[in-house]
């Protein structure tokens, strides 16, 4: 289950991470794209806890796992999953 959770962790947050990338390049401010995602259906753990404590502040050292952690638990996630789950087929 661990694995399971983190992997749905870290999909949240590379894909928080390249929505915010997209919006900022559209020249859209950080904390406002937080507080108007946070207040509807986009909103997660990384857009509600992560990125403002964190990216928002520049304490990106302070925000947990490692990179190299991070690439230990998805190197797992995919070693470990059951061909036949991702299948389609009965």
């Known amino acids: 289950m661990k694995v399971i959770n983190n992997a749905?962790?870290?999909a949240g947050l590379?894909?928080?991470s390249?929505?915010?990338s997209y919006g900022e390049k559209g020249d859209l401010n950080l904390d406002t794209m937080l507080e108007l995602v946070n207040a509807s259906s986009g909103?997660?753990?990384s857009t509600a806890q992560?990125?403002?404590a964190y990216v928002a502040t520049g304490k990106h050292d302070d925000?947990?796992?490692a990179a190299r952690i991070i690439e230990k638990n998805m190197?797992?996630?995919?070693r470990d999953r059951d061909p036949m789950i991702l299948s389609m087929e009965p």
């Open 75 to 78: 190197g797992l996630f995919v």
């Open 18 to 20: 390249e929505a915010l």
């Open 14 to 16: 590379v894909i928080t």
């Open 50 to 52: 992560l990125f403002p």
């Open 8 to 10: 749905l962790f870290i």
């Open 43 to 45: 909103q997660n753990f």
């Open 63 to 65: 925000a947990g796992a």
